[in-house]
């Protein structure tokens, strides 16, 4: 963003226009989402620290949560580098139907989770025709997380590769380095931030997701069960303060990762003007 | 030789992890021919469960949409006490499960919820009814316009609006004569990222309506409920008419899409 | 006839305009002049009702307009980057305050048919801003303006965003437009010698405040303080005295008034020379004369010769 000289605030005297798109945007903003969020937060304390407590360590809800951690980081990390892999392709190579991967990049945005999660289940459950079968196992889940989760790296790793100055690849080619080293020093520090953005958005992505994996995981307690289902069963067997716990925690996970996340990526663009 | 390699494992992974398994999808829908896939899909369930979804989608899209734009105008434009809460507000359904949404609801208007009392009082009926699943799609679609209108507003500044204030132009005649035309594009994408996330919902809206077959499914909780009923046709047939809207709006995205994010 | 009194505006702690008094005469072409930072874009944007003072009125014809809004100031603004309405067509954008104000349809066509002959550029009505040049699309920002018959013109450095070449034509061209259309004008401009070219009446700005207000030549002879001649022109300066370039007159043998110095270097620039000189004492100065009179004293780097000024001026400065 370019800023000029002068130390011009951006609001401008407004009669009511301004006003009301403040007042709208709040009041709607209340209403919709943080309203329904603090009846959560309060509500998952209502039995007192004791119920929350003991909601959050029972051993279905922590094995969940650590299915669902340890999925969603491996999930994070096959798409660190196969989204950048991908988005390399879309920028610097050149062939024909490339057009049309960058478009069906976007289907999982577009796709219901419930009719992902039936299309893996088709082609890698029990009928399918290869003859693997991953039903009712991690590695349905993974499959399905991967699913979800392709477009969020390729999608901020994109825009940053096409940008990239070919001068500068050029100028450490005359100082003599080689391909690696090139990539290694001059454009990965340059997609680092990019692609940390992209393993944010899949990171959160995949802690929450709940329609792709309910149907081809099986939802096995202490094997393939998720935290998303886990809250789902809770909400049916009427344990609804149990329910608020656990997702109470798991949006502290969320949070946690992603201001992880931010800190690493300042870190990374300390030296960006 | 490392431009194949690299080539091969793109297409190679985005074919085995999206197209194949969709184009399953589409051969097992249709394996008994065209008329038991019809006839799937016009049952009185999966009728009333499309038509809930467009319904859903006819309210909450024009709600979003409208909101996404005020919203915009005022993160870029406006200073006010809250812009940092409003900002990162945006982006939580985001970073939200699903699930996580639909018992935040219940927890609201549920028969224990906060305002569970009152509504039962006066007869009125929003967890297991339509109200809590608009509520739900809303919230889970809020991000999209704002997101989309915000940059390009940043990007044309109001210089423009500024210079219609000179010519005499009223706030609404520089709202509606140039800062909605200028934000167009930005507004249209947003409305399809809206609109697919809206037909797309299903965590959500799986936990407030109670999937009342015939009354409260929309089509993604149809597909797992003929899924659960061990019909497979069904389940496919719905997945297909989802599929060909996903296809749709892949399409329409790729029209509006900002052009920055094209490929070369 | 649009008059700024004790105007002060601050940004947060930042403070624009300090009790800024300005009046500009009906029918004149005024320049605010100054550096970045000066106010002179804050100046204009009070003036047209873009900003509200914290301190002082603004009035236009006599009556108090401080609080009125720019819709009903009767103002017209040209930006520095145009401000075009991307969307519209030329046609519609010069149309756009005549529609507006909902004048009947015949009246806009004839209106803006004449105001795209008067900026040249009647075959463009059906072209896009993104199609035009800079120089064409300022100028169609001008027309946009004066559609709506504005008591005061007002431009936001106008030609800021365009190339030399195009600035020099549309300066004389702003000249011409205003000698036939008579509005009283008043520009933001950074470039004295654009100011000195155009304007009737220049008011130099520094730091929020005004400097002095003048014409060109008083500007430039009787400079009220060391900023306002720096910045007009160029200058040397020596212990207490100001002087310029040209008015450093060199010989080659003292006469008791002058000073020694060698001459460092010399630019020939077509019909003048530069002298560059320093003094015993290492200080630097540089005169101004012509070619001829550079080769009469056959001056060459390493040259001893004497300085005196012809004429100087002296300032009480507090500080520098």
Same mark, same amino acid.
């Given at each position: 963003?370019?800023?000029?000289?002068?130390?011009?605030?951006?609001?401008?005297?407004?009669?009511?226009?301004?006003?009301?798109?403040?007042?709208?945007?709040?009041?709607?903003?209340?209403?919709?989402?943080?309203?329904?969020?603090?009846?959560?937060?309060?509500?998952?304390?209502?039995?007192?620290?004791?119920?929350?407590?003991?909601?959050?360590?029972?051993?279905?809800?922590?094995?969940?949560?650590?299915?669902?951690?340890?999925?969603?980081?491996?999930?994070?990390?096959?798409?660190?580098?196969?989204?950048?892999?991908?988005?390399?392709?879309?920028?610097?190579?050149?062939?024909?139907?490339?057009?049309?991967?960058?478009?069906?990049?976007?289907?999982?945005?577009?796709?219901?989770?419930?009719?992902?999660?039936?299309?893996?289940?088709?082609?890698?459950?029990?009928?399918?025709?290869?003859?693997?079968?991953?039903?009712?196992?991690?590695?349905?889940?993974?499959?399905?997380?991967?699913?979800?989760?392709?477009?969020?790296?390729?999608?901020?790793?994109?825009?940053?590769?096409?940008?990239?100055?070919?001068?500068?690849?050029?100028?450490?080619?005359?100082?003599?380095?080689?391909?690696?080293?090139?990539?290694?020093?001059?454009?990965?520090?340059?997609?680092?931030?990019?692609?940390?953005?992209?393993?944010?958005?899949?990171?959160?992505?995949?802690?929450?997701?709940?329609?792709?994996?309910?149907?081809?995981?099986?939802?096995?307690?202490?094997?393939?069960?998720?935290?998303?289902?886990?809250?789902?069963?809770?909400?049916?067997?009427?344990?609804?303060?149990?329910?608020?716990?656990?997702?109470?925690?798991?949006?502290?996970?969320?949070?946690?990762?992603?201001?992880?996340?931010?800190?690493?990526?300042?870190?990374?663009?300390?030296?960006?003007? | 030789?490392?431009?194949?390699?690299?080539?091969?494992?793109?297409?190679?992974?985005?074919?085995?992890?999206?197209?194949?398994?969709?184009?399953?999808?589409?051969?097992?829908?249709?394996?008994?021919?065209?008329?038991?896939?019809?006839?799937?899909?016009?049952?009185?369930?999966?009728?009333?469960?499309?038509?809930?979804?467009?319904?859903?989608?006819?309210?909450?899209?024009?709600?979003?949409?409208?909101?996404?734009?005020?919203?915009?105008?005022?993160?870029?434009?406006?200073?006010?006490?809250?812009?940092?809460?409003?900002?990162?507000?945006?982006?939580?359904?985001?970073?939200?499960?699903?699930?996580?949404?639909?018992?935040?609801?219940?927890?609201?208007?549920?028969?224990?919820?906060?305002?569970?009392?009152?509504?039962?009082?006066?007869?009125?009926?929003?967890?297991?009814?339509?109200?809590?699943?608009?509520?739900?799609?809303?919230?889970?679609?809020?991000?999209?316009?704002?997101?989309?209108?915000?940059?390009?507003?940043?990007?044309?500044?109001?210089?423009?609006?500024?210079?219609?204030?000179?010519?005499? *132009?009223?706030?609404?005649?520089?709202?509606?004569?140039?800062?909605?035309?200028?934000?167009?594009?930005?507004?249209?994408?947003?409305?399809?990222?809206?609109?697919?996330?809206?037909?797309?919902?299903?965590? *959500?809206?799986?936990?407030?309506?109670?999937?009342?077959?015939?009354?409260?499914?929309?089509?993604?909780?149809?597909?797992?409920?003929?899924?659960?009923?061990?019909?497979?046709?069904?389940?496919?047939?719905?997945?297909?008419?989802?599929?060909?809207?996903?296809?749709?709006? +892949? +399409?329409?995205?790729?029209?509006?899409?900002?052009?920055?994010?094209?490929?070369? | 006839? !649009?008059?700024?009194?004790?105007?002060?505006?601050?940004?947060?702690?930042?403070?624009?305009?300090?009790?800024?008094?300005?009046?500009?005469?009906?029918?004149?072409?005024?320049?605010?002049?100054?550096?970045?930072?000066?106010?002179?874009? =804050?100046?204009?944007?009070?003036?047209?009702?873009?900003? =509200?003072?914290?301190?002082?009125?603004?009035? !236009?014809?006599?009556?108090?307009? =401080?609080?009125?809004?720019?819709?009903?100031?009767?103002?017209?603004?040209?930006?520095?980057?145009?401000?075009?309405?991307?969307?519209?067509?030329?046609?519609?954008?010069?149309?756009?305050?005549?529609? !507006?104000?909902?004048?009947?349809?015949?009246?806009?066509?004839?209106?803006?048919?004449?105001?795209?002959?008067?900026?040249?550029?009647?075959?463009?009505?059906? &072209?896009?801003?993104?199609?035009?040049?800079?120089?064409?699309?300022?100028?169609?920002?001008?027309?946009?303006?004066?559609?709506?018959?504005?008591?005061?013109?007002?431009?936001?450095?106008?030609?800021?965003?365009?190339?030399?070449?195009?600035?020099?034509?549309? &300066?004389?061209?702003? &000249? &011409?437009?205003?000698?036939?259309?008579?509005?009283?004008?008043?520009?933001?401009?950074?470039?004295?010698?654009?100011?000195?070219?155009?304007?009737?009446?220049?008011?130099?700005?520094?730091?929020?405040?005004?400097?002095?207000?003048?014409?060109?030549?008083?500007?430039?002879?009787?400079?009220?303080?060391?900023?306002?001649?720096?910045?007009?022109?160029?200058?040397?300066?020596?212990?207490?005295?100001?002087?310029?370039?040209?008015?450093?007159?060199?010989?080659?043998?003292?006469?008791?008034?002058?000073?020694?110095?060698?001459?460092?270097?010399?630019?020939?620039?077509?019909?003048?020379?530069?002298?560059?000189?320093?003094?015993?004492?290492?200080?630097?100065?540089?005169?101004?004369?012509?070619?001829?009179?550079?080769?009469?004293?056959?001056?060459?780097?390493?040259?001893?010769?004497?300085?005196?000024?012809?004429?100087?001026?002296?300032?009480?400065? =507090?500080?520098?």
């Amino acid at each position: 963003m370019s800023t000029v000289a002068t130390a011009r605030p951006i609001a401008r005297p407004r009669s009511g226009g301004g006003a009301l798109s403040v007042g709208v945007a709040t009041g709607y903003l209340s209403v919709i989402v943080l309203l329904p969020l603090a009846a959560l937060a309060w509500r998952s304390l209502e039995g007192g620290w004791s119920t929350f407590w003991a909601a959050i360590t029972d051993p279905q809800a922590v094995a969940a949560l650590q299915v669902t951690l340890l999925l969603s980081l491996a999930i994070v990390a096959i798409n660190a580098v196969v989204g950048t892999a991908i988005a390399w392709v879309l920028v610097r190579d050149s062939f024909r139907g490339k057009s049309l991967l960058n478009m069906v990049i976007d289907l999982p945005f577009a796709l219901p989770t419930i009719v992902a999660g039936l299309t893996l289940l088709a082609l890698y459950g029990p009928r399918g025709p290869l003859g693997v079968n991953v039903a009712y196992t991690r590695t349905a889940v993974l499959l399905a997380l991967l699913f979800v989760t392709l477009p969020f790296v390729v999608r901020t790793v994109q825009p940053v590769l096409l940008e990239l100055d070919r001068e500068l690849e050029d100028a450490a080619a005359s100082l003599g380095a080689g391909r690696t080293a090139v990539f290694r020093h001059v454009i990965f520090p340059n997609l680092f931030p990019a692609i940390l953005s992209g393993v944010a958005l899949a990171f959160a992505r995949a802690v929450g997701e709940f329609g792709a994996v309910v149907l081809i995981s099986g939802n096995i307690p202490f094997d393939t069960e998720v935290a998303s289902v886990y809250i789902f069963g809770q909400i049916e067997s009427d344990n609804v303060t149990g329910a608020a716990a656990v997702s109470v925690l798991l949006l502290a996970i969320s949070f946690a990762a992603l201001l992880g996340i931010g800190g690493i990526r300042r870190w990374a663009t300390r030296h960006d003007g | 030789m490392g431009r194949y390699v690299l080539r091969f494992v793109a297409i190679g992974y985005v074919g085995a992890l999206l197209l194949v398994p969709l184009g399953i999808v589409f051969k097992r829908a249709f394996a008994d021919g065209f008329g038991p896939a019809w006839d799937a899909v016009t049952t009185p369930a999966a009728l009333h469960a499309f038509w809930l979804t467009i319904l859903i989608a006819l309210i909450a899209v024009p709600a979003n949409t409208v909101f996404g734009v005020l919203c915009a105008l005022a993160i870029v434009r406006q200073r006010f006490r809250g812009h940092g809460l409003v900002n990162s507000a945006v982006d939580l359904p985001l970073a939200l499960s699903p699930v996580v949404v639909g018992l935040a609801l219940l927890l609201l208007y549920g028969r224990e919820g906060w305002f569970g009392s009152w509504l039962f009082d006066h007869d009125i009926r929003v967890i297991f009814a339509l109200p809590s699943m608009v509520l739900a799609t809303i919230f889970v679609s809020l991000p999209f316009v704002v997101r989309e209108v915000v940059p390009v507003l940043r990007e044309i500044g109001d210089e423009q609006e500024q210079a219609a204030s000179t010519l005499g *132009a009223s706030s609404w005649q520089q709202f509606w004569r140039i800062t909605l035309p200028a934000i167009r594009w930005g507004v249209a994408y947003g409305v399809v990222l809206t609109t697919a996330r809206c037909l797309g919902e299903f965590g *959500a809206v799986s936990v407030v309506s109670g999937r009342i077959a015939g009354r409260t499914e929309t089509m993604t909780t149809h597909v797992g409920e003929r899924f659960e009923a061990f019909d497979l046709v069904g389940a496919y047939a719905a997945s297909v008419v989802l599929a060909l809207l996903a296809m749709s709006t +892949l +399409l329409l995205m790729t029209m509006f899409q900002p052009k920055e994010e094209n490929a070369r | 006839m !649009i008059e700024a009194r004790g105007v002060t505006k601050r940004f947060g702690d930042f403070v624009a305009l300090e009790d800024v008094s300005v009046a500009v005469p009906g029918g004149s072409l005024t320049a605010l002049l100054g550096p970045s930072g000066s106010g002179k874009s =804050t100046l204009l944007r009070v003036l047209a009702g873009l900003e =509200t003072p914290d301190a002082g009125e603004v009035l !236009i014809l006599g009556e108090d307009a =401080t609080g009125v809004a720019p819709q009903k100031r009767g103002v017209g603004f040209v930006f520095q980057h145009y401000a075009a309405f991307k969307h519209m067509t030329v046609w519609n954008n010069v149309a756009f305050g005549l529609k !507006i104000r909902h004048r009947p349809k015949a009246e806009i066509e004839e209106r803006v048919a004449e105001l795209l002959e008067l900026v040249q550029l009647s075959g463009f009505a059906h &072209r896009y801003p993104a199609q035009l040049s800079g120089g064409q699309r300022q100028r169609m920002a001008l027309a946009r303006a004066l559609a709506v018959e504005p008591r005061v013109l007002l431009l936001d450095e106008p030609f800021g965003a365009l190339d030399a070449r195009v600035r020099k034509e549309l &300066r004389a061209w702003l &000249r &011409r437009l205003h000698d036939e259309v008579h509005v009283t004008t008043v520009f933001v401009t950074h470039d004295q010698e654009e100011a000195m070219e155009v304007a009737d009446q220049i008011v130099v700005m520094n730091h929020g405040r005004v400097e002095q207000t003048a014409g060109a030549r008083e500007l430039y002879d009787e400079p009220a303080n060391e900023f306002v001649m720096s910045f007009v022109g160029p200058v040397n300066r020596l212990d207490d005295d100001w002087i310029r370039p040209h008015d450093l007159e060199l010989t080659r043998e003292s006469n008791g008034t002058t000073r020694p110095a060698r001459v460092e270097r010399v630019v020939h620039l077509g019909f003048e020379a530069r002298v560059e000189l320093a003094l015993d004492d290492g200080e630097g100065l540089w005169a101004q004369m012509t070619q001829e009179q550079c080769e009469q004293l056959e001056l060459q780097p390493g040259s001893r010769v004497h300085v005196r000024p012809r004429r100087a001026r002296t300032f009480a400065s =507090t500080s520098s």
